[in-house]
């Protein structure tokens, strides 16, 4: 079963806000919400992370509505660089304790002029 | 600060063959992760590290991948022998505990290409 559903693709131009929301119906309770970016050739890095309401930091917003089974990742002002694919995850605990994190397929984000 | 740290960046090998990629963490992380991604799939978790005790490996193919951090501190993974389908990026990753809500850092990765 899925933690996490996103859509596979999104299109957007430069100056844009892009939203990318991400489904995970079965979050539990200690569960935070994490986005990363991943460029070609390169790691995935940490964008934003919250676990209820909004946060913002210098490069996006995370939106987490009451019910935490939805999460929204806003990105203002887009530009060519953040063509990227964009990852919403949230933790599975661990059998022994502890927590580990499962990547889906992520979103591909093409931002054009 | 000075990120993770992989080597080699890049490897060919031939089917059968073995290969070791090294991993130093970000200095005081106790937990280090390893995982393989295929082009165009998101990252898959080989094996997860607290310290030097293995917490999570329930997707390593143990037949042929071995990890090991015996010191808690940099960490080898061995593929023996290669397949093909073992061509893929292997991206190291850690962070300070693995408690829920801690952020993980990846390195840059170490490209595979069995051939």
């Known amino acids: 079963l899925a933690k996490t559903t996103q859509p596979i693709s999104m299109d957007s131009y430069e100056g844009q806000e892009v939203n990318i929301t991400c489904s995970h119906n079965?979050?539990?309770?200690?569960?935070?919400i994490t986005w990363y970016q991943q460029f070609p050739s390169q790691g995935p890095r940490f964008i934003i992370q919250?676990?209820?309401t909004k946060v913002t930091n210098e490069v996006a917003s995370l939106f987490i509505p009451a019910d935490r089974k939805s999460s929204t990742l806003s990105l203002p002002r887009v530009s060519l660089s953040d063509t990227a694919v964009y990852y919403c995850?949230?933790?599975?605990?661990?059998?022994?304790?502890?927590?580990?994190?499962?990547f889906g397929t992520g979103t591909q984000l093409k931002v054009e002029l | 600060e000075a990120g993770v740290a992989q080597s080699p960046r890049y490897k060919i090998i031939e089917k059968r063959q073995s290969v070791a990629f090294w991993c130093n963490p970000i200095?005081?992380?106790?937990?280090l992760y390893w995982y393989q991604q295929i082009l165009g799939q998101g990252p898959k978790l080989l094996i997860q590290?607290?310290?030097?005790?293995?917490?999570?490996d329930s997707q390593l193919p143990k037949d042929r991948f071995s990890a090991e951090r015996l010191k808690g501190v940099d960490s080898t993974l061995k593929i023996q022998p290669a397949k093909l389908e073992d061509s893929a990026v292997y991206l190291c990753?850690?962070?300070?505990?693995?408690?829920?809500?801690?952020?993980?850092?990846f390195g840059e990765g170490s490209w595979l290409t069995v051939v």
């Open positions: 990753a850690s962070s300070a505990t693995m408690t829920a809500g801690n952020t993980i850092y």
């Open positions: 079965n979050i539990a309770t200690n569960d935070y």
């Open positions: 919250g676990y209820k």
């Open positions: 995850l949230v933790g599975d605990v661990l059998t022994g304790g502890g927590n580990k994190l499962t």
């Open positions: 200095s005081g992380h106790a937990t």
């Open positions: 590290f607290q310290n030097n005790g293995v917490v999570d």
